[in-house]
């Protein structure tokens, strides 16, 4: 197991579009090990590849309270079971310390594959159905700063430089 480097917006790495994966290797759930112990040591509820710089459609999540229920997503499609959207205020380790709020649509169908290689299907509303549509724009090189008014970007952009720059110097300290 090992901690993963998160990228930070405004990274252009974060823009790339990931690729499917053609077979569950190993190595596929290797990462999404690390990806699962990146996420917990963060903290927070969801990561895509694309976060760690790997350009493959695969997405962690843990939503549990007790952060024991590890959810995986590999080749992810979601289809919208409604026209209702709901607004929701979203995070992003790739954005840290902001927050803002974000409409989505609020009940999607998931199509994924999991580190069996076996295929599943499953409805989602409330912060999954939020969650899911969040990393998937990862998967596609989008954040959801991007839904923004271009100043609050800006703002975030800032920000984000402000506490990565804090970071680095924490780290340099140790
Ligand atoms: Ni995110």
Redesign the pocket.
């Known amino acids: 197991m090992a901690l993963l480097p998160i990228l930070s917006f405004p990274d252009a790495r974060l823009r790339t579009i990931a690729k499917p994966v053609e077979k569950v290797t190993d190595e596929i759930r290797q990462l999404a090990a690390d990806m699962l112990e990146t996420m917990y040591e963060a903290p ?1 509820i ?3 590849a694309t ?1 760690v710089d790997r350009h493959i459609q695969l997405i962690v999540m843990d939503l549990s309270e007790e952060k024991d229920q590890p959810m995986v997503f590999i080749n992810p499609k979601i289809t919208p079971l409604t026209e209702e959207t709901q607004p929701y205020e ?6 840290p310390q902001i927050y803002d709020k974000v409409n989505r649509t609020s009940r999607v169908k998931i199509e994924a594959i999991n580190l069996n290689d076996e295929a599943f299907e499953i409805e989602a509303d409330g912060l999954l159905a939020v969650c899911i549509q ?2 998937m ?2 998967l596609n090189g989008k ?2 700063v991007d839904y923004l008014s271009p100043l609050k970007r800006q703002r975030a952009r800032e920000k984000v430089e402000k506490v990565v720059r804090q970071r680095e110097k924490v780290a340099v300290k140790r």
């Open positions: 927070g969801g990561l895509a976060q979203e995070g992003c380790l790739s954005v969040h990393e724009d990862h954040l959801f």
